[in-house]
């Protein structure tokens, strides 16, 4: 396996197959989201930002942004934004009288159609010279040293071998992903995955429906590519190209693998995938991923 790839590796791929797969990583091959997250991601938030004294509220935002909701998976930036605008419109945590981080410059940034990733970030944040973007580098490259450092290997749920084996013998396959390339590799690496892929994409190549554009466009029917992932993020990104999901519901995981398994990569492969199954497929989804937060009581 290559050690970094490029927009122009997507660009240029070759098929093997008449059909394509893309995988997620986080929290759909590996069970590493709320290791990172709790252990390594929140825990530098309030140290970075100095917001020990609303450290359960911080704590309880995050996770519900990161894990528990629709918008688990996404870039770690436009999550870290949303934390922050969670924060601002939390009653309690503005009554307490902690300095909450300003958001001006990092949404901007979100907004701005870079590629989001520490290489766009720096350069914005010596761009423009603002003090918040640079606190926002601080915060990402000490995420990425202290889960190089601290964080214990974590093996891939169960079934999802046997899944790699089954698609790599009838499908093209590339990881698509939000989380940083260099992660991504030691990760598949470590775990002796990274021979199944083709390419392993990251968050340095663009977002994942444009990873799968790049790939897929004018090599493959839209019915023929599927994308699998835990987040909905990642049936906006299938959904976007008219591809098929294949949802590794959290919480639920190694079941999902074992019915990927036994039915549904079958399915994609035969073209019964799309319709009630597809249909039924995500509502059983969608009910694991709420919109709105547990602490905001419904109008």
Same mark, same amino acid.
Request: charged share 25%; net charge negative.
């Given at each position: 396996?290559?050690?970094?790839?490029?927009?122009?590796?997507?660009?240029?791929?070759?098929?093997?197959?008449?059909?394509?797969?893309?995988?997620?990583?986080?929290?759909?091959?590996?069970?590493?989201?709320?290791?990172?997250?709790?252990?390594?991601?929140?825990?530098?938030?309030?140290?970075?930002?100095?917001?020990?004294?609303?450290?359960?509220?911080?704590?309880?935002?995050?996770?519900?942004?990161?894990?528990?909701?629709?918008?688990?998976?996404?870039?770690?930036?436009?999550?870290?934004?949303?934390?922050?605008?969670?924060?601002?419109?939390?009653?309690?945590?503005?009554?307490?009288?902690?300095?909450?981080?300003?958001?001006?410059?990092?949404?901007?940034?979100?907004?701005?159609?870079?590629?989001?990733?520490?290489?766009?970030?720096?350069?914005?944040?010596?761009?423009?010279?603002?003090?918040?973007?640079?606190?926002?580098?601080?915060?990402?490259?000490?995420?990425?040293?202290?889960?190089?450092?601290?964080?214990?290997?974590?093996?891939?749920?169960?079934?999802?071998? *046997?899944? =790699?084996?089954? @698609?790599? %013998? +009838?499908?093209?396959?590339?990881?698509?992903?939000?989380?940083?390339?260099? /992660?991504?590799?030691?990760?598949?690496?470590?775990?002796?995955?990274?021979?199944?892929?083709?390419?392993?994409?990251?968050?340095?190549?663009?977002?994942?429906? *444009?990873? =799968?554009?790049? @790939?897929? %466009? +004018?090599?493959?029917?839209?019915?023929?590519?599927?994308?699998?992932?835990? /987040?909905?993020?990642?049936?906006?990104?299938?959904?976007?190209?008219?591809?098929?999901?294949?949802?590794?519901?959290?919480?639920?995981?190694?079941?999902?693998?074992?019915?990927?398994?036994?039915?549904?990569?079958?399915?994609?492969?035969?073209?019964?995938?799309?319709?009630?199954?597809?249909?039924?497929?995500?509502?059983?989804?969608?009910?694991?991923?709420?919109?709105?937060?547990?602490?905001?009581?419904?109008?």
């Amino acid at each position: 396996m290559r050690k970094s790839f490029t927009r122009e590796d997507l660009l240029g791929f070759v098929p093997t197959f008449g059909t394509f797969v893309g995988i997620d990583s986080d929290g759909c091959v590996f069970d590493t989201m709320e290791v990172k997250q709790k252990d390594h991601f929140h825990p530098l938030i309030i140290k970075i930002w100095k917001l020990e004294a609303i450290e359960p509220q911080l704590r309880q935002a995050a996770e519900f942004v990161n894990l528990y909701s629709k918008w688990r998976g996404q870039n770690r930036f436009p999550a870290l934004l949303q934390v922050f605008d969670l924060l601002h419109d939390w009653p309690e945590v503005v009554a307490s009288g902690v300095a909450l981080p300003e958001r001006k410059a990092l949404r901007a940034y979100c907004q701005s159609g870079l590629p989001l990733g520490n290489t766009t970030l720096i350069s914005e944040a010596k761009r423009t010279g603002d003090p918040e973007l640079a606190r926002v580098v601080e915060w990402s490259l000490a995420v990425n040293r202290d889960i190089e450092t601290r964080m214990r290997k974590i093996s891939p749920f169960r079934g999802v071998r *046997e899944s =790699l084996e089954k @698609i790599r %013998a +009838g499908s093209d396959l590339a990881v698509v992903s939000q989380t940083p390339e260099e /992660a991504l590799v030691k990760e598949w690496e470590e775990n002796n995955l990274a021979q199944f892929v083709q390419i392993i994409a990251g968050q340095e190549l663009g977002t994942k429906a *444009e990873h =799968l554009q790049m @790939i897929t %466009a +004018g090599r493959y029917r839209p019915e023929n590519v599927l994308m699998i992932g835990d /987040a909905m993020g990642d049936q906006v990104a299938a959904e976007s190209l008219d591809a098929c999901f294949y949802p590794v519901n959290p919480g639920h995981e190694e079941a999902s693998w074992k019915r990927f398994i036994e039915e549904a990569y079958d399915r994609f492969l035969a073209g019964t995938f799309r319709g009630a199954y597809q249909q039924k497929l995500n509502a059983e989804f969608a009910a694991f991923l709420p919109a709105q937060p547990p602490w905001v009581k419904p109008a």
